[in-house]
């Protein structure tokens, strides 16, 4: 049974009009927006019109010269994958990497924890799937995050009791590991992104394999999101919607959260909301879900039809925690920790992302400086892959090996890393106190200092 999928009467119904009348339809659709009735709902422009374009440079995005240049180099991509061919400048770029994004996701990690102690195994897939859908309110954060230099690290201590590593694994293709344990689960991630770029947009396909163990019973869960597509890369107001289903199995028990992500239409309808069902192994409707990916998620029991029970009524079981007023990037509070040493174990190790020159400059504010430090990184890692060649070794990764599981994906087959267990003994080694010593700041970022050239 699939999930419920809301009337979309509106959307497109000025997707034919010319860019010519971008000022005309924008004071259109804002006064058509009143009559139907979404007044409040964010107005969103997937062609891009000239003020969106306008907007957007005022927000410290791209001037006209820039976005002309840029799209005249950029056509010659279309239909193409552009996840690791393209160098992009450093204006659309966020003071963050991907490995620390994929850190993101432990902000709510209290969900889990009620997961692991929940007894009905109904209730698990609530919480855990409301885990997953709470990270998409970071996500739609429109600034690119820093690829990661091969071998470079991302260590989280001091949030709920967690440990986090995250290494990355490949360059080419660009390829992330994830590890994340605390007394009730263990979140393990094979990160692997496939894009298609499409112009003014380009789609994004998760071809990567996330899973959790709750560790009070040993049950595993398997995560499947719908893919992501950014709209106005270039021309208009950058924004993200991911349309489709987003798949959490117990591969325990057979049981699943099926929980459909609505569409934005023209007039903002559909926009953020999320529904479907949580189903046992035959198939049925146990507990319906509804809510908003970027405010809150809320469950109620049901019937083999998927009504509400009677005598049962909705309760909330996630509701995004409170922000900071007009940032910069658009970063929660959790965000903000993830740059920061505070998060940070003892002993930081030289590969860390916090450590990246560009990255910092670019949180200073200082774009020039942020341009050069990412040439300069970018060059080194492209010299180290000539001599690593020259002497006919392979990468090896430090914390995460390669095994001969492949699994299949809606958007193509993936290779899995698995933690190895060397960076527990590693912090079992050194002096963990949990402060970082005085001096880590002005640690130089190396990933490449630790040998992990490897003939096997």
């Known amino acids: 049974m699939g ?18 009348l971008s000022m005309f339809s924008n004071a259109m659709h804002r006064s058509v927006n009143g009559m139907l009735g979404y007044e409040g709902v964010e107005v969103v422009n997937p062609e891009g019109g000239k003020d969106d374009a306008e907007e957007e ?3 410290g995005r791209w001037r006209q010269e820039e976005r002309d240049s840029y799209w005249k180099m950029m056509q010659k991509y279309i239909g193409s994958d552009i996840t690791s061919m393209v160098t992009l400048p450093v204006i659309i770029f966020e003071p963050m990497t991907m490995l620390q994004k994929m850190a993101e996701l432990m902000e709510y990690s209290y969900l889990l924890d009620r997961a692991d102690e929940s007894e009905d195994p109904y209730m698990r897939l609530v919480y855990a799937s409301s885990w997953a859908i709470s990270v998409y309110f970071a996500y739609q954060r429109t600034w690119k995050p820093f690829n990661p230099i091969l071998g470079e690290t991302y260590e989280m201590a001091n949030h709920g009791g967690i440990t986090f590593l995250a290494e990355q694994v490949s360059h080419h293709p660009p390829m992330s590991a994830g590890h ?31 899973r959790v163990t709750l560790k009070k019973d040993g049950v595993v869960l398997d995560l499947v999101p ?38 934005c239409g023209w007039f903002g309808s559909g926009r953020y909301e999320v529904d479907g069902y949580i189903y046992n192994s035959s198939e049925e409707p146990k507990i319906l879900m509804t809510g908003k990916w970027n405010e809150r998620m809320s469950y109620q029991p049901c019937d083999s039809d998927g009504e509400p029970l009677p005598e049962t009524e909705m309760k909330e079981v996630w509701h995004v925690a409170d922000v900071p007023p007009n940032d910069k990037f658009q970063y929660t509070y959790f965000a903000h920790k993830i740059n920061s040493f505070d998060t940070a174990p003892g002993k930081l190790l030289a590969s860390d992302s916090r450590l990246r020159p560009d990255r910092y400059a670019l949180e200073m504010g200082d774009l020039s400086k942020a341009g050069n430090e990412k040439s300069s990184l970018e060059e080194k890692q492209r010299t180290e892959k000539r001599t690593r060649e020259s002497k006919g070794h392979d990468f090896k990764p430090r914390w995460f090996d390669l095994t001969e599981e492949v699994t299949p994906t809606p958007w193509g087959d993936l290779e899995i890393y698995q933690y190895n267990g060397k960076y527990t003994e590693h912090q079992a080694a050194v002096d963990n106190s949990g402060s970082v010593d005085g001096d880590a700041k002005s640690i130089e970022f190396n990933p490449w200092q630790y040998g992990n050239l490897s003939t096997e």
């Open 57 to 59: 440079a005022q927000r």
């Open 3 to 20: 999930s419920p999928k809301k009337n979309e009467e509106s959307k497109g119904f000025f997707a034919a009009m010319s860019s010519g």
């Open 226 to 263: 719908p893919p992501t597509k950014v709209h106005n890369l270039i021309f208009g107001r950058t924004w993200i919607d991911s349309p489709g289903e987003m798949i959490m199995t117990n591969l325990t028990t057979g049981d699943k959260a099926v929980l459909y992500f609505q569409p």
């Open 180 to 210: 994340a344990e605390n007394e009730h689960f263990t979140y393990d991630v094979t990160s692997k992104l496939k894009t298609k770029y499409l112009g003014n947009s380009v789609d994004v396909y998760p071809v990567g394999r996330t």
